[in-house]
């Protein structure tokens, strides 16, 4: 009874659809269609500012019974420098201003949610507390390179401070 009732009515969808046939006819890729809201422009790169796509630079291995992130030169070579990073700042505390957060390379879309995997996050601890905002800040600090955190995260800032950037 229920294939016949379905059968009946992909047979009606089909009917009804005439000239405009969904169903047959490819998506037109110039139709306008708005953007998708979970669909994000990267952040434009700054002079002086350490890339996403330079974080980027690591692959997960398999060592033993463990996956570990082994790191590209690119990256291995911040490690324990003075870097400034763009991005948008997660609080991992209540209140208007954050002495440590999570700068994300992409903007929180929920409150339960990371946007992006470890190497598109960086555990900051300010020097003095940050405003709260939605709009990506800078910040500069020492960097470090974590090859076995326990919280899987593979970087961290220190002694952190927002920056003004020319943009």
Avoid: H
């Avoid at 490819?26 to 422009?41: M, R």
């Avoid at 609080?91 to 929180?108: C, S, T, V």
Wanted: with cysteine; aromatic share 8%; glycine share 8%.
């Amino acid at each position: 009874m229920l294939a016949l009732a379905v059968s009946a009515s992909a047979q009606g969808f089909q009917g009804s659809a005439g000239k405009n046939d969904l169903m047959k006819k490819p998506l037109d890729a110039d139709a306008n269609l708005p953007p998708s809201p979970y669909a994000f422009k990267p952040l434009p790169e700054l002079k002086g500012v350490t890339s996403w796509k330079t974080l980027a630079d690591v692959k997960t291995v398999k060592q033993k019974d463990r996956f570990m992130p082994e790191f590209g030169k690119s990256v291995a070579t911040l490690d324990k420098q003075e870097v400034r990073i763009q991005g948008f700042m997660m609080p991992l505390d209540m209140g208007e201003r954050q002495k440590r957060f999570i700068l994300a390379a992409l903007p929180p879309t929920c409150s339960f949610c990371m946007p992006g995997g470890p190497e598109q996050m960086v555990e900051v601890q300010a020097k003095t507390p940050v405003k709260y905002g939605f709009e990506p800040i800078v910040v500069s600090g020492r960097f470090t390179v974590l090859r076995d955190d326990s919280m899987g995260l593979y970087y961290r800032l220190t002694d952190a401070v927002a920056v003004t950037t020319p943009r």
